[in-house]
């Protein structure tokens, strides 16, 4: 287990360097991870990009591999889901890669979300179209 959480920030604040693709944004909202043989955990979503999220959750049992997100947007009911692949386990959460997202209404609220949160909307458009 990685128990340096948060390494890329880490780099960032030494270095002054970002070298993430795409932009990052950070808006807490809560989401439920499913793990093949867990039970459902429940957490807070720490950061979501196009190609990837971290989610802060109870990490015990958990290991490297496929897993599925639902980003809860509000009390009605709307979520985005997420297909992806657990690419590091921490002390904090989860780091996730993007596999896939359900459904054409999800993908639209993802892009939405980014947008939203995003201090840079023409950068965030402009990664749409990458």
């Known amino acids: ?8 920030e880490a780099h960032v604040r ?18 439920t991870v499913q793990v093949a043989g867990l039970p459902l955990r429940r957490g807070i979503l720490h950061d979501v990009s196009y190609t990837g999220l971290f989610v802060h959750v109870d990490t015990l049992g ?14 009605e009911g709307r979520s985005i889901a997420i297909h992806g692949e657990i690419i590091r386990v921490t002390v ?6 993007k596999e896939s997202v359900q459904r054409t209404e999800g993908f639209r609220d993802l892009v939405n979300l980014i947008a939203y949160n995003s201090p840079d909307v023409a950068r965030v458009e402009r990664e749409i179209h990458q």
Do not use: F, W, Y
């Open 92 to 97: 904090d959460g989860l780091a996730i890669r």
């Open 1 to 8: 287990m990685d128990t340096n959480s948060h390494s890329h």
């Open 14 to 31: 030494a270095t002054g360097e970002e070298q993430r693709r795409h932009t990052r944004v950070v808006p807490k909202l809560p989401v």
């Open 62 to 75: 958990i290991v490297e591999g496929e897993c599925d997100v639902e980003i809860l947007l509000d009390g």
